[in-house]
């Protein structure tokens, strides 16, 4: 028996072109729920967490349109809200697989926080831009009325916020789902923790936690929640089969199995960009240096033939 932390990416649930509804999201949960069925057929343990970067970016939109009539909230309780519905989907779509199956596992969703440190140097230089666009004048004006860093992007025509991506330390719910496993609750019992990287948090002088608005990397939380739980494997699900070197050149290469230290050699040397493949071999890289024995790299319908070393990217100590 093997404890498995699997990461879905938040297109996952919602994919380009579509207007990301609840039905669509449904659908595409559906979509995944048999290689997760399959690790439980198996009889592994699995822990699922979840992105969420294009379901805020709708609550966002939503806050914006809205504003005149209800008092937006922070971006920490819109990625509450996210955990929660998103905790909701995975948790009806993959019951209803499970006893499909014939097996006897529970989903339980759990809100989680990511404490991240006050002296990240995101805070002084955010950079990862979320919510809708705005004109020059309006990124102005709410610039003045709450002190945000605005970013234009110049493809788009447009300005966006710009907010804080700290890496992220500790899981406040860690050590609760750390005795959960430890009891022999994995096995009967599916947690979907981590959800958008979780709530960030920093502790205070006074000891509070408090929450700030930024965005944590899932993959990241995802390694981090691996290792609390001690899983033997982190399983990062994307829309590709593999990570790739060489990407768009003559020399483009899907890599198979590999060793951490060769794939720690690519990542030295360029070959991930910054904002897709790069943040999940590094949690790979975070997950195997903690003491995991296998990280994966693959799409949700190679998943099962990953877990047996014939798919997707697979990397060993």
Known sequence: MARIVVALGGNALSKAGEKGTWDEAVQN?????????????????????????????????????????????PM????????GWIGLLISGVLTTAIEAEGLGHSVVPIVTRSLVSSRDPSFRHPSKPVGPYYS?????LLKKQHGWVMGNDVRRGGWRRLVPSPIPIDVIEGPVLRRLYTAGMGVSTVFVAGGGGGVPVVRRRNGALEEV???????????????IIRAETLAIVTDVSHALIGFHSAREEPLGRVSADQLSRHLTHGEFGEGSMRPKVEAALQFLSHGGKRAIITDAYGLPQALKGKRGTVVEN
């Open 76 to 83: 920490s309780a819109l990625g509450a809200m996210t955990e």
């Open 29 to 73: 949960m559906r979509s995944v729920t048999k290689p997760l069925t399959e690790i439980l057929g198996r009889g592994d343990e699995l822990l699922v967490t979840h992105g969420n970067g294009p379901q805020v970016g709708s609550l966002l939109i939503q806050q914006e349109l809205a504003k005149s009539q209800v008092s937006p909230l």
């Open 136 to 140: 020059e004048n309006e990124a102005r």
């Open 213 to 227: 608005d930024a965005v944590i990397d899932k993959d990241r939380t995802a390694a981090l929640l691996a290792s």
